[in-house]
């Protein structure tokens, strides 16, 4: 019986747990079709990403809303596809706080 109380208890800890990104996280999540970390692809590269929007408060949720709804001319003609239904709000909102620490 405890053995079931520790393993409910452990899944409602890490249900409510923020989302954590990182680049295995990005792969896992399609991401990696059209971005990579140091080059364009088709869509830019992390670090551009992270180079453009350096000191930009606005970034994140700017960001985030790209990543759920898509998006295109920023960065060319080439559109972003919507993401939602891949990835949850709070997956968006960690990737795009991931992709902005790039240096």
């Given at each position: ?10 899944a409602?800890?890490?249900s ?10 990005a792969?896992?999540k ?28 606005g ?33 968006a ?6 992709v902005?620490?790039?240096?």
């Open positions: 019986m405890k053995a079931i109380i520790a393993v409910a208890v452990a409602g800890l890490l409510s747990a923020p989302a954590f990104a990182d680049e295995a996280m792969k896992a399609g991401c990696t079709a059209c971005h990579k970390v140091d080059g364009k692809l088709i869509g830019p590269a992390y670090k551009e990403v992270a180079k453009k929007y350096a000191g930009d408060a970034a994140v949720d700017t960001l985030t809303k790209k990543v759920l709804d898509g998006g295109t001319g920023v960065w060319g003609k080439v559109p972003m596809t919507p993401n939602k239904g891949k990835v949850s709000p709070d997956e909102k960690a990737l795009v706080k991931w902005l620490s790039l240096k």
